[in-house]
């Protein structure tokens, strides 16, 4: 708390584009009466003032993907009450996740000039995988209600409340057709955490997943269904392989089928070889 009772926001940044933070920022009009009910006392996209720790809520933005930043998050841990992860990189891993599942060393080789000078871990890990995290806000960016809602149940001292049902619902409350069922576009919401009031659904196109999975995502069953509506198994993998791709429902899956990709590939090598073979031999 500071000297006149405000309790201290503290909004750190790691690995990331900076859009949930903006999301704070863009509030605009919110932002006035929350600044009159808490002391921001740490939040560089917004000011260059510093109020010094320990923090009654930190705001967490992006991944840990280097050694500093793996301490770093333990200091912040330290100096903070509650611990509130935003984003899909604080809470997956985000699109930089990606590198979880490819040769970071190759990348780095052909993105850089020199990538002698590049300091990075092997892979892209959420906050949680480091250390205690006491509420995570999900979505790529955060939804700017859901983010004022923690924030304001802080100073009232009471949960927040945020959906855990899928994005299905919400196009069910907003009346939007389902696209999946009238035009068969490929869509992720029954396995997507509610959060960003249906948007794509809403003009037609097929949810991308940027929330993450809901609590009881059955991705096996939406995996199936998006196949029968046209995706082989790679367009399958990387549909699972977006903003969440560290997340564990969307890891295991895609893993799953980037497992049949390759025993596709390797059958269809295998014929190649042998109808080779067959047009050799005399």
């Excluded at 999975?213 to 199936?224: F, G, L, V, Y």
């Amino acid at each position: 708390m500071t000297e006149n009772g405000r309790p201290k926001l503290a909004v750190w940044k790691f690995a990331s584009c900076d859009g949930c933070q903006l999301t704070l920022l863009n509030c605009e009009d919110e932002l006035i009466p929350l600044a009159g009910a808490v002391e921001i006392a740490y939040f560089p996209e917004a000011t260059r003032a510093v109020v010094a720790g320990p923090y009654d809520v930190s705001l967490v933005e992006g991944s840990v993907t280097t050694t500093a930043d793996a301490e770093r998050i333990q200091e912040v841990r330290k100096a903070s009450r509650l611990l509130v992860t935003i984003g899909a990189c604080a809470t997956s891993g985000g699109i930089q996740a990606l590198r979880n599942f490819a040769d970071v060393a190759e990348y780095r080789s052909i993105v850089y000039a020199h990538p002698e000078y590049v300091e990075t871990l092997e892979r892209s890990t959420p906050i949680a995988a480091h250390v205690t995290v006491d509420y995570e806000l999900h979505g790529c960016p955060v939804d700017s209600t859901q983010l004022l809602e923690v924030l304001a149940a802080f100073v009232q001292d009471r949960r927040p409340r945020i959906p855990s049902y899928s994005v299905c619902v919400e196009c069910k409350r907003r009346g939007s057709l389902c696209v999946a069922v009238a035009h068969g576009t490929p869509c992720l919401g029954p396995v997507t955490l509610a959060g960003c009031g249906a948007l794509c659904p809403a003009f037609a196109r097929g949810c991308y997943g940027c929330f993450g999975p809901q609590d009881t995502a059955n991705t096996e069953s939406m995996a199936d269904r998006l196949s029968v509506l046209g995706m082989d198994e790679s367009q399958v993998l990387r549909v699972f392989r977006t903003f969440n791709a560290g997340a564990e429902a969307f890891r295991a899956e895609s893993e799953r089928h980037a497992g049949a990709r390759h025993d596709t590939e390797r059958q269809h090598t295998e014929e190649r070889e042998s109808q080779q073979h067959e047009e050799a031999t005399p």
